[in-house]
Structure formats: C-alpha cells, structure tokens
Nanobody, 123 residues
C-alpha cells in the first residue's frame, strides 16, 4: 500500500492546517488508519485514529483541536488541525493499521506508512 501525503507547512500559533493522505487503489474502509507525529528529540506518538465505521480516537494533547476524517470514495484520509500550538511542531505521518497486538496508538500496530510531512507552528 502506497500512501501519498500532502498539506502541512508553516503557520503561526492559533492557525489551522489540513493534512491529506491518499492511497490509490487501496480500500480505505477496510482497516483503521491513523495519524502520528514525531517532534525533534521525541518518540513518534499517535495523534488520531479513524475506524472503518468512522468512529475516532484522539490523543489527549489534540482532542478538541484536531479532526480526523476520511473519504472512502476518494481513498483519502484527512487531519484538520486548528488552534495550532508551537508544541504541535513535528513531522506528521499517516499509517494503516495491520495488527492489533498493542494499544491503539502504538506504532507497531501499523504496517504501512506515508513519507511524512512537516508541520511547523511559530509563536
């Protein structure tokens, strides 16, 4: 599964950005998908997950500010980020869940990854 990411960039604190993750030829409705991020000097962390029934889970740090969604017809997943903070600065990755042996936000559950896109939030 090839994941193609777009979006991201630089924004001032309080601003908004939208990330996209497309998977041509892959049936989006089959498996849960998620967004992760890795800030400099930190480990990769889960941000949001969306399931086949469109239910969602969010990390505490982004709940109420980020929204994950998907368009099955377009095979595209989105992460809309609002009220961005400098601590949201990171490389953001989309991923497809292929295992379930770990907690929902554990990277080891995800077997396919996008290349990453940078999000930089200035104060």
């Amino acid at each position: 599964v090839q994941l193609v990411q777009s979006g991201g960039g630089s924004v001032q604190a309080g601003g908004s950005l939208r990330l996209s993750c497309a998977a041509p030829g892959y049936t989006f409705s089959t498996y849960p998908m998620g967004w992760f991020r890795r800030a400099p000097g930190k480990e990769r962390e889960g941000v949001a997950v969306i399931f086949s029934d469109d239910s969602t889970l969010y990390a505490d740090s982004v709940r109420g500010r980020f929204t994950i969604s998907k368009d099955n017809a377009k095979n595209t997943m989105y992460l809309h980020m609002s009220n961005l903070k400098p601590e949201d600065t990171a490389m953001y990755y989309c991923a497809v869940r292929t295992a379930s042996g770990y907690s929902i936000f554990h990277p080891r559950n995800y077997g396919y990854w996008g290349p990453g896109t940078q999000v930089t939030v200035s104060s």
